[in-house]
T-cell receptor, first 114, second 114 residues
């Protein structure tokens, strides 16, 4: 089966610019997650969707980050405006249902903010 | 607040050695614990999932144990191979129900030399 697809693979922007990441989960997976992984750290959950509804966005910096999952399939994560500390790998993951026993991760988007 | 710690941060071993990676967590009220593998520039791959009621799980040369009361888990890799070189991440799902966020440790970077 096809895995979780993410694009772009790499992105370099200057601070205060905006950027968007795209994720297409595994077909049939109801739950979608966006994680932020700063170099040398473990991934941190930014937002979790169940179909097109938000389950958990408690760690999403809502003043600059936004995410949507239209039609309960693919999702976009946006940062506007970007800060230097947003430099990280942004990982998308999906699971079959809310119980999320097994997560499948995409390869991530590596963001560098200069 | 749950904190997940992995020791050591890095490990280098010659091919063929058996090795143990350690993971500790501060709050024993977990739903389950997972071990992931992350290759450079790649996403995460789930290796083993241990439910809170279980003591261990095995997959091939990998064996993960869980001692919830002491807040510890170990990942045992038998007869290590160069292809095992990667970063290994431990993650706990907090609470007594599914659907809560995974909390990750910072990982142990393993290098197996031939």
């Amino acid at each position: 089966e096809a895995g979780v697809a993410q694009s772009p693979r790499y992105k370099i922007i200057e601070k205060r610019q905006s950027v968007a990441f795209w994720c297409n989960p595994i077909s049939g997976h109801a739950t979608l997650y966006w994680y932020q992984q700063i170099l040398g750290q473990g991934p941190k959950l930014l937002i979790q969707f169940q179909n097109n509804g938000v389950v958990d966005d408690s760690q999403l910096p809502k003043d600059r980050f936004s995410a949507e999952r239209l039609k309960g399939v693919d999702s976009t994560l946006k940062i506007q405006p970007a800060k230097l500390e947003d430099s990280a790998v942004y990982l998308c993951a999906s699971s079959f249902d809310t119980w999320g026993e097994k997560l499948f991760f995409g390869s991530g988007t590596q963001l560098s903010v200069l | 607040k749950q904190e997940v710690t992995q020791i050591p941060a890095a490990l280098s071993v010659p091919e063929g050695e058996n090795l143990v990676l350690n993971c500790s967590f501060t709050d024993s009220a977990i739903y389950n614990l997972q071990w992931f593998r992350q290759d450079p520039g790649k996403g995460l791959t789930s290796l083993l999932l241990i439910q809170s009621s279980q003591r261990e799980q095995t997959s091939g040369r990998l064996n993960a144990s869980l001692d919830k009361s002491s807040g510890r888990s170990t990942l045992y890799i038998a007869a290590s191979q160069p292809g095992d070189s990667a970063t290994y991440l431990c993650a706990v799902r907090q609470g007594t129900q599914a659907g809560t966020a995974l909390i990750f440790g910072k990982g142990t970077t393993l290098s197996v030399s031939s």
